[in-house]
């Protein structure tokens, strides 16, 4: 199983971007889908995520202006941000909670993309 994240890029505050994340690989089914970041000297933290049937949550840093959505056809996880501000820069990574065609759950991680907000 393979997460592959596109969209970063450098953009300036109040500007948006779109993230996208494909799962590819021996996949029976996805559950939770998620996006992380992490800035120079923090930790990682969650920004939003989304379960298969639709419920999302987000860190309170975003809410308002970051979207996250999901095309299940496509195997596909989206975060619109909008508003960007240059706290928000981080490497963003994405997850998916994969169920294995070998009936295994496993959590997998995107390799990041990065983002930055200049001021």
């Known amino acids: 199983v393979q997460l592959q994240a596109s969209g970063g890029g450098l953009v300036q505050a109040g500007g948006s971007l779109r993230l996208a994340c494909t799962v590819s690989?021996?996949?029976?089914?996805?559950?939770?889908m998620g996006w992380y970041r992490q800035a120079p000297g923090k930790q990682r933290e969650l920004v939003a995520a989304?379960?298969?049937?639709?419920?999302?949550n987000y860190a309170d840093s975003v809410k308002g202006r970051f979207t996250i959505s999901r095309d299940n056809a496509k195997s596909t996880v989206y975060l619109q941000m909008n508003s960007l501000k240059p706290e928000d820069t981080a490497v963003y990574y994405c997850?998916?909670?994969?169920?294995?065609?070998?009936?295994?759950?496993?959590?997998?991680w995107g390799q990041g993309t990065l983002v930055t907000v200049s001021s």
């Open positions: 989304i379960t298969s049937g639709g419920t999302t």
């Open positions: 690989g021996s996949i029976f089914r996805i559950n939770a």
């Open positions: 997850s998916a909670t994969v169920i294995r065609k070998d009936w295994r759950t496993a959590h997998y």
